[in-house]
């Protein structure tokens, strides 16, 4: 049988692993910093939150459906080469979403500018000074503007739609040019919040001149000077007029996300469940399925080289292939550039042309089988809520990080110390679940989780956030390992995959899902600090809760395989007698015999 090319296990693991290699590059390359990349179109928190929570439940009932597609049509190989061929086309699509600033771009990269655009933190307020028309009349009669009167001047609540108010105007907010804060000096005032500045009302009758630098207290941001420097916030009649910020830009934008996201997730989502199944059941034909345990370490790497290298890139190419838009186009450039280079490995992935006769994957039968076992419910509670904390590190933590300084550079590196620190626990994976048991290794990757999230709402600095990467080894790595073993162990014969595929795909990218789309309000409503710290309070008491359920549960029988092999060396022929009636016994004597020789 190794003879044949087709079951050639050496190649085959090669190309296995370089194309998880490959696959690792091109997720870090857009992943990481896609949500950083839709704040920076103008997007606010909530509308983020949308996007990925439905990228999330897409990803979580789409790559499970199209791989039993894929399976029981035998057509795993296409599936393969159209996602990643239509993939290429899909990242691009991102790049062509028109920013709400169509100025963007040009002013983050031009230096000698006088504008400073930047980002500012989401839930700060900005108070706005607008000098009263009467009071601008008697001091400056030839260039007294008219206001607009309390009805077309209003709110605008989160969803966008206006509200009358009077005078006093408040806007969501997240992203803002720097040029657009000041102040006139007046009499009558009128201050608000904003969360998307609208600027109708100012392109009509623009004040040049008029605007004067108040000071703030935002912090520092990368190569930017501070948010009140006079030297980076003037304005000019052209920048006022070149903004397009209403509700219909941002509808527009939002819309375009949206539909290139959903778009792209449906070709991207079932490329990871066939390329495993695949390798899976082409091992498992030729028994050396304990050859397929640690190849996700390849992907690790992968991704730990990738997020450094692109954001490597993205400071000193970003400005060469854009000249309006925001900043991050090149993330997408360098996802079209790898999706190619692991289409050419796809040519040669292993896809095994044998179909064993088994029972198909049905998800009905699986969750019967979790509804069945109070363990495997108290497991799927946990891992959706660990779905759900952890979308709250993946969509918000860079907007974090930038918002105190920090570059993609530090993110990245950021990302690649808890994957190099997952990838260095792993040796000691077996010990620190024979030590800990899995419940407490679940309890404390749940108690690491918590922590980090604790501590990400105290961030003080732009370096502050890479002490608490380490923890994500345990937090992480650990805590799935955990999981992933309790599940090996309630499983019935035959269902381990399914079972794991369920709790990784609909528990866990449920959660991410919900987390996403609530922490999108949260955080614009509070902050990102009472997010995290309320994602920490919530896993705390289903940690205290998970702890004092569990040893109340049934447990299941062990069975003492050492002590069954051993009979095989007894000379009680009675017992030899005796045990020669129990199929298992029988079962485990043949796989020890074999095992043996």
């Not at 597609?69 to 062509?96: E, N, P």
């Not at 051993?566 to 199929?583: K, L």
Request: proline share 5%; with cysteine.
């Amino acid at each position: 049988m190794n003879a044949n090319p087709q079951w050639d296990i050496s190649r085959t693991l090669g190309v296995a692993r370089l194309f998880q290699l490959v696959c690792g590059v091109r997720d870090a390359c857009v992943t990481p910093f896609l949500t950083l990349y839709l704040r920076q179109l103008g997007l606010a928190a909530p509308w983020v939150g949308i996007l990925m929570g439905t990228k999330h439940l897409i990803a979580a009932f789409w790559a499970p459906f199209c791989a039993f597609l894929a399976k029981s049509y035998q057509k795993r190989r296409m599936l393969l080469i159209g996602s990643l061929l239509g993939s290429v086309g899909a990242s691009l699509l991102m790049a062509l979403v028109p920013p709400l600033d169509k100025d963007l771009g040009y002013r983050s990269c031009n230096g000698s500018h006088s504008v400073t655009t930047t980002v500012l933190p989401p839930g700060v307020a900005l108070t706005l000074n607008f000098t009263s028309a009467q009071e601008l009349a008697l001091n400056h009669p030839a260039e007294a503007p008219s206001l607009p009167d309390k009805r077309s001047t209003g709110i605008r609540d989160a969803s966008g739609f206006r509200k009358g108010s009077g005078r006093s105007i408040k806007e969501p907010f997240s992203h803002l040019p720097s040029y657009f804060v000041g102040s006139i000096e007046g009499a009558g005032t009128a201050s608000g919040v904003l969360l998307h500045p609208v600027t109708s009302g100012i392109k009509d009758n623009p004040w040049e001149g008029a605007f004067k630098v108040v000071s703030t207290a935002l912090p520092l941001l990368a190569g930017d000077s501070a948010l009140g420097s006079p030297a980076n916030l003037s304005v000019t009649k052209g920048n006022i007029g070149a903004l397009d910020l209403s509700w219909e830009g941002l509808q527009w934008t939002f819309i375009l996300s949206l539909g290139s996201v959903v778009f792209w997730e449906l070709l991207t989502a079932p490329l990871e469940q066939v390329a495993d199944d695949s390798l899976y059941e082409y091992l498992d034909f030729v028994d050396a399925t304990d050859r397929y345990k640690n190849l996700w370490i390849w992907r690790l790497l992968g991704m730990s080289a990738g997020v450094c290298g692109i954001a490597a890139l993205e400071g000193q190419l970003d400005c060469f292939l854009v000249t309006s838009g925001p900043r991050g186009v090149i993330h997408f450039y360098g996802y079209s550039l790898v999706s190619t280079l692991a289409l050419l490995v796809s040519i040669a992935f292993p896809v095994p042309v044998y179909r064993r006769r088994e029972p198909s994957y049905k998800p009905v039968k699986v969750l019967s089988l979790v509804g069945g076992d109070p363990r495997l419910i108290l497991l799927a509670f946990t891992v959706f809520l660990i779905g759900a904390a952890t979308s709250t590190v993946q969509n918000f933590l860079f907007w974090h990080m930038k918002d105190h300084g920090s570059s993609e550079l530090v993110m990245g590196f950021s990302v690649a110390l808890s994957l190099l620190g997952e990838i260095l626990l792993h040796p000691f994976k077996t010990r620190l679940l024979r030590k800990l048991s899995r419940v407490g290794s679940v309890g404390l990757g749940l108690g690491c989780l918590s922590g980090q999230l604790l501590y990400y709402s105290f961030l003080w600095s732009w370096w502050s956030v890479l002490p608490a990467q380490i923890m994500s080894a345990i937090s992480n790595g650990a805590l799935w390992w955990a999981v992933e073993a309790s599940i090996e162990d309630l499983a019935t014969p035959r269902t381990e995959r399914p079972l794991s595929t369920m709790f990784r795909s609909h528990f866990y990218g449920g959660g991410a899902s919900l987390g996403s789309f609530v922490g999108g309000f949260v955080v614009m409503h509070f902050s990102l600090a009472v997010l995290y710290q309320a994602s920490c309070v919530v896993l705390l008491l289903w940690l205290a809760l998970f702890l004092s359920i569990q040893p109340k549960l049934p447990q299941e029988r062990k069975i003492n395989y050492s002590k069954l092999l051993a009979v095989e060396a007894s000379d009680t022929s009675d017992s030899e007698q005796g045990t020669e009636r129990d199929w298992l016994v029988k079962a485990m004597r043949e796989e020890h015999s074999d095992w043996k020789g």
